[in-house]
């Protein structure tokens, strides 16, 4: 068993594991070199072998426990018919935004598409892979994947897609249908091809009121995480639901996910004495210490561990890792975290 599969069937680990999102990604020289090699940001996703090659870096630098496949939520938008590109400086690009054209055609399947290369990537990956270190595959939840469908990109605004999903009900709930049964397939993939634990993220579930938050969050990340037990009951599955606030209790008791990634905005207090009742924790050093680096880093680590040390629990970040941010600072997390006794 892999380090978070034993932690989630409840051995007690110490010093806790560690990975942390985006670990593999722009603030790595060696990143950038394969990333350069590939060509596009979509080509290093859909190659195995590059895909591979960058998942790895990270752990042959700071011998990290988990790995995770390097690959993107919003491939599986082009699942659905939707044009889709990364553009440098810009991030990703959906031409062919709902807005523009809301009835989607054919019902898109994973078995046949570009999604099987993730597959093909997760399997040369897992056979690099030490056995005791854990194989992450992931997924973006619907809401935060429309949000991108319906405003074309990364906007900070989320209110026109809210207004979309309202305007376009029926449309809205249909394609949240599609996504659901996209996602569910598309992990049951990545975990037969050597997966050992899966993660969904909704990075934008923050911005919704609590009735939305349980039409569009809880409810299809319920019903991916139930579709994927269905056919593997002891993966565990993290989820993310950023800046869900207070809604992150019912998230927790309500999806069926075993672990739960949390932001750095959330109170350690929150977290410690309600959702580690509920769940595994994940996180939640912020990325803005991580780029900073130095002494107030080591003491909000302090801080993180002795809150959560009661428990099992993941040391994580509350968000991806800032391309800025020097490699050394992560060696220093690393080397922090594993003096801990
Ligand atoms: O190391 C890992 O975490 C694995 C790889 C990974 C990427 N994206 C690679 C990536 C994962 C798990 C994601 C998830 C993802 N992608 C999310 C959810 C997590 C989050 O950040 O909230 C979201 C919202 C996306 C969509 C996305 N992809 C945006 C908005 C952008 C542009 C912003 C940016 O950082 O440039 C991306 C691009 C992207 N995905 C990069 C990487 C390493 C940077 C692009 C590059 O290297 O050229």
Redesign the pocket.
């Known amino acids: 068993m892999t380090v978070l599969c034993k932690l989630a069937n409840g051995k007690k680990i110490w010093p806790p594991p560690i990975w942390l999102?985006?670990?593999?990604?722009?603030y790595l020289p060696e990143y950038n070199v394969v990333?350069n090699k590939a060509g596009s940001?979509l080509d290093l996703c859909y190659k195995p072998e590059y895909a591979s090659e960058v998942t790895l870096q990270p752990i042959e630098r700071f011998d990290l426990d988990a790995a995770?496949i390097?690959?993107?939520?919003?491939l599986i938008a082009q699942n659905v018919g939707i044009k889709l590109r990364?553009l440098e400086e810009i991030?990703?690009v959906l031409e062919k935004s709902l807005l523009d054209s809301p009835r989607l055609g054919k019902v898109a399947q994973v078995e046949g598409s570009k999604l099987m290369n993730i597959g093909d990537a997760i399997n040369l990956t897992r056979a690099r892979l030490s056995k005791e270190k854990s194989l992450i595959g992931?997924c973006?939840a619907p809401w935060?994947v429309m949000t991108y469908m319906i405003n074309g990109g990364?906007k900070k605004d989320f209110s026109q897609a809210i207004k979309w999903m309202d305007d376009n009900s029926s449309l809205a709930s249909d394609m949240i249908d599609i996504l659901v049964e996209l996602s569910a397939s598309y992990l049951i993939l990545q975990i037969s091809a050597g997966a050992d634990v899966v993660k969904i993220?909704d990075?934008w579930a923050g911005v919704l009121s609590k009735e939305k938050f349980d039409d569009w969050v809880i409810k299809p990340t319920s019903e991916i995480i139930s579709k994927v037990k269905q056919v593997y009951p002891d993966t565990p599955v993290i989820a993310f639901p950023?800046g869900a606030h207070k809604l992150y209790e019912k998230y927790a008791c309500e999806t069926g996910l075993n672990i739960i990634a949390v932001d750095s905005e959330l109170d350690r207090d929150f977290v410690k004495d309600i959702l580690q009742k509920k769940a595994i924790v994940q996180g939640n050093v912020s990325p803005n210490l991580l780029l900073k680096g130095g002494a107030e880093l080591k003491q909000d680590i302090e801080i993180n561990i002795n809150k959560f040390r009661g428990k099992p629990f993941i040391v994580g970040l509350g968000?991806?890792i800032l391309k800025e941010t020097p490699p050394q600072h992560v060696q220093d997390l690393v080397n922090f975290v594993r003096s801990f006794s």
Do not use: W, Y
């Open positions: 999102m985006r670990q593999a990604g722009r990333r940001f995770i390097f690959a993107d939520i919003l990364f991030g990703p992931f973006g935060t990364s993220f990075s950023k968000h991806g």
